[in-house]
């Protein structure tokens, strides 16, 4: 069965560092998320992307995050200057665009920030 | 914000149906009814998906009342495994998903 894979599954920073979290959407789908889960609260939306630009953010989503599809498969978000409060996991979400589908989501990426 | 209310625990007896229920009074009409559920800290997963009627799948079956303003998932047999947090969420098509706290099912042997 399709999956949407993340990588890293892990990453501990240093407090400043800019760190990428990379994610491989379900072929031939078209619209990409992620979503964000500090230890403990619920899952917060940060970004929806669809046709090679942000289609919907949320105020999390400020300028230390970016978002990008470098090629035909991967989807990355890229947090500058890391925070410790940016320590959480990280959830990399698609959907086919077939409405009203629904999402498929990787397993995470757990960001530690010290 | 979330649009529904769901109780924040459960308990269900291994073997028992579990009906975890949602109330969504605001609903507009062209929003669906989800429902995912997350097991630990794994990425969500979706289990099911209505708009009025009634639906069922492999995993769950969803009711959805007449005004739209509540539904009910119920998983027929749980198990063990079935233990998790249930999101019921309210989205338009296209949308984005919203995520409550959800309710913690607890499955007990």
């Known amino acids: 069965e399709p999956e949407v894979t993340q990588t890293p599954s892990h990453q501990v920073t240093q407090m400043g560092q800019e760190v990428i979290l990379r994610c491989v959407p379900i072929?031939?789908?078209?619209?990409f998320y992620w979503y964000r889960q500090i230890l403990g609260q619920k899952v917060e939306f940060l970004v929806s992307?669809?046709?090679?630009?942000?289609?919907?953010k949320s105020e999390i989503f400020d300028d230390q995050f970016s978002v990008e599809r470098p090629d035909g498969s991967n989807f990355t978000l890229k947090i500058r200057s890391t925070k410790l409060e940016d320590s959480a996991m990280y959830f990399c979400?698609?959907?086919?665009?077939?409405?009203?589908?629904?999402?498929?989501f990787g397993e995470g990426s757990r960001l530690t920030v010290l | 914000d979330a649009k529904t209310t769901q109780p924040p625990s459960m308990d269900c007896a291994e073997g028992r149906a579990a009906n975890l229920p949602c109330n969504h009074s605001?609903?507009?009409?062209?929003?669906?009814v989800y429902w995912y559920r997350q097991i630990h800290s794994q990425g969500p997963q979706y289990i099911i998906h209505?708009?009025?009627n009634n639906e069922t799948n492999e995993m769950a079956s969803l009711i959805i009342t007449e005004d739209r303003k509540s539904s009910t998932l119920i998983l027929p047999h749980a198990t063990l495994r079935d233990t998790a947090v249930y999101y019921c969420?309210?989205?338009?098509?296209?949308?984005?998903?919203?995520f409550g706290q959800g309710t913690e099912l607890s499955v007990k042997p």
């Open positions: 979400a698609s959907n086919g665009g077939r409405p009203p589908g629904e999402l498929f």
């Open positions: 072929s031939n789908h078209l619209y």
């Open positions: 992307f669809y046709n090679n630009e942000i289609s919907e």
């Open positions: 605001t609903i507009s009409g062209n929003e669906y």
């Open positions: 209505g708009l009025k």
């Open positions: 969420i309210v989205r338009v098509l296209g949308g984005k998903l919203i």
